[in-house]
């Protein structure tokens, strides 16, 4: 069969555009990716009190638009914490321009998986202190974000209590002890707690099956309040921690505003809100060609104290006017 030189050149063109089109092989493209590891479930990409509906905002207040000009991969664990190492691997692979994740676990699973892709941290505990960062000022390697203060804040959480409940002196702390730090609980706070005259019993609740009977020893221990130190796992288990709490009458004082949400009687914390959206801006940053051992990992500036006044009414506790003052969001 012959072919004319300009039917050549046809079909050559014709192979060109098809081999120059989106397909399977070439997911990026021009776009850039941003790969999501979240220990949470999807549902938190619809919900505007949940951190990742946030972080997609601050994307779009930046001018991302999601499909056209950044692409976003998401990973989520369901709260089954073991799988994240997998899920990093999985994410690692699909090799985006940066990932972002959330929570101790996500930070060293993302850690673990990778040394050479940009990892942003949305919210996590001290990265300095856990060594994933060689310093907050100059993180080095390819790892920056946000951390929380979750034992600084503990004294002030006790104040909070204390000025709700001004009768009691007997307080248990609900801890994990494989989270980094807490084997400085309660001792981090234990001159706030004689300055208040309060006595601090920690209970440690390693595991969830752990759960059960960290909350049996609370019942019998003789605590008139409870203080649940902020992990992963007790997020996950808030309604059966808070309910038991509930049914005990033991009022209670958490760290992030969904265990308020949940039946908490006062939870005060960094707005994890501002920090996820804050995290849009490191992104940013890096996909504009920062490297991010060189952008500091920051520390929340703001703060959100809520209360439940539902529970407070449940527990017959009158609060002070002035503590309702103070309050950012006074659930009714």
């Not at 790892?143 to 104040?159: C, M, N, S, Y």
């Not at 004689?194 to 006595?199: K, N, S, Y």
């Given at each position: 069969m012959h072919v004319s030189t300009g039917g050549i050149m046809a079909i050559l063109l014709l192979l060109l555009l098809v081999a120059s089109s989106p397909s399977d092989a070439q997911p990026r493209g021009h776009i850039p990716v941003v790969g999501v590891l979240s220990p949470a479930t999807s549902e938190a990409l619809s919900d505007p009190k949940r951190g990742l509906y946030a972080f997609v905002q601050g994307l779009r207040e930046l001018g991302y638009v999601e499909g056209q000009t950044i692409r976003l991969e998401y990973h989520f664990a369901d709260y089954h914490w073991d799988r994240l190492p997998s899920l990093a691997v999985e994410l690692v692979h699909q090799q985006p321009n940066?990932?972002?994740?959330?929570?101790?676990?996500?930070?060293?699973?993302?850690?673990?998986?990778?040394?050479?892709?940009?990892?942003?941290?949305?919210?996590?505990?001290?990265?300095?202190?856990?060594?994933?960062?060689?310093?907050?000022?100059?993180?080095?390697?390819?790892?920056?974000?946000?951390?929380?203060?979750?034992?600084?804040?503990?004294?002030?959480?006790?104040?909070?209590?204390?000025?709700?409940?001004p009768t009691i002196t007997q307080v248990a702390i609900l801890t994990d002890?494989?989270?980094?730090?807490?084997?400085?609980?309660?001792?981090?706070?234990?001159?706030?707690?004689?300055?208040?005259?309060?006595?601090?019993?920690?209970?440690?609740?390693?595991?969830?099956?752990?759960?059960?009977?960290?909350?049996?020893?609370?019942?019998?221990?003789?605590?008139?309040?409870?203080?649940i130190m902020d992990a992963s796992m007790f997020n996950a288990h808030r309604q059966r921690i808070l309910e038991f709490a509930q049914t005990h009458r033991l009022p209670t004082v958490c760290g992030v505003r969904v265990y308020a949400e949940a039946g908490c009687l006062i939870a005060y914390a960094p707005d994890i809100l501002e920090m996820f959206r804050r995290?849009?801006?490191?992104?940013?940053?890096?996909?504009?060609?920062?490297?991010?051992?060189?952008?500091?990992?920051?520390?929340?500036?703001?703060?959100?104290?809520?209360?439940?006044?539902?529970?407070a009414t449940d527990l017959g506790l009158t609060l002070p006017p002035t503590l309702l003052f103070q309050a950012n969001e006074v659930i009714r």
């Open positions: 940066v990932i972002v994740t959330h929570t101790t676990p996500g930070t060293l699973a993302a850690k673990q998986a990778t040394t050479m892709i940009p990892i942003v941290v949305m919210a996590a505990d001290d990265l300095a202190q856990l060594g994933i960062v060689a310093s907050l000022a100059r993180p080095s390697g390819n790892i920056t974000g946000q951390i929380l203060r979750d034992l600084e804040l503990a004294g002030k959480r006790l104040e909070l209590l204390k000025d709700a409940v002890p494989n989270g980094p730090g807490y084997s400085q609980v309660p001792s981090a706070f234990a001159q706030e707690a004689h300055a208040l005259g309060v006595q601090l019993q920690r209970v440690d609740a390693g595991t969830p099956e752990a759960i059960g009977d960290a909350l049996a020893r609370i019942a019998h221990s003789g605590a008139e309040a409870l203080m995290a849009a801006v490191f992104v940013d940053k890096i996909l504009k060609g920062a490297k991010p051992g060189d952008l500091p990992v920051e520390q929340p500036a703001k703060f959100e104290l809520v209360i439940n006044l539902k529970v």
